[in-house]
Each structure stands twice: as C-alpha cells, then as structure tokens.
C-alpha cells in the first residue's frame, strides 16, 4: 500500500467507512445511502455530492471499481486494495473501542 493511500484513508472518515463496508457486496450509490441510514438508524444521511464525489475518489485510487450500470444507477464494489484498507479501518476501530472500554472498566 503507497504512502498516498495511507495518508488520506488511514484512519477514514466516517463516511469512507460505511461506503467501503457497503461496498463488500455491488451495489450503487443510491442503494449505498439507504443502507448507512438503515445501518446507523438514520444518524448518518449521507447526501448525494457526498456519496458520488466519494465514489469518484475511491475509484479513481483503486479502493473499489465500477461493475457495471443498469437503469441509469452505477453499480460498484469493493476491491483488494479497499479491502485491505477497510480491514486496517475495522482492526483501528476496534483497538480504541478496546481501550475505551478497559479505561472506563477501570475507572469503576
């Protein structure tokens, strides 16, 4: 992994998260919006400039990849690299909800 994928997706924005942990199976981006809604009980809405510019940016670094297009809606999934990258994300995000709960385990 180059140094350019690290800086700017190590650690990810929320965003980059749900899109990249959506992205596990195809899927288009509207199909990506309803479902960060649906997995974060609607605390997270992602609006459209948000969710295309992503995809755009992912794509054009090599974290997912365009399938194919059907009715007008693009349909992508996650690549080897995106993986990678979200699997990093997973193994970070759990390290600090580790420590969160050991910290506050302790101060009982």
Not at 9 to 17: A, D, L, N, R, V
Not at 41 to 68: A, C, H, N
């Amino acid at each position: 992994m180059d140094t350019h994928i690290r800086k700017v997706y190590i650690p990810m924005t929320e965003t980059g998260f749900y899109i990249l942990f959506c992205l596990r199976e195809t899927i288009h981006g509207y199909g990506i919006i309803q479902k960060v809604e649906a997995l974060t009980q609607g605390e997270i809405k992602l609006s459209p400039g948000t969710m295309y510019g992503s995809l755009s940016k992912m794509e054009k670094d090599g974290l997912i990849r365009f399938v194919r297009e059907e009715d007008k809606r693009k349909f992508y999934c996650i690549t080897e690299l995106g993986n990678l990258v979200l699997k990093m994300e997973m193994k970070r995000i759990e390290r600090l909800y580790r420590t969160m709960k050991e910290a506050h385990e302790n101060e009982k």
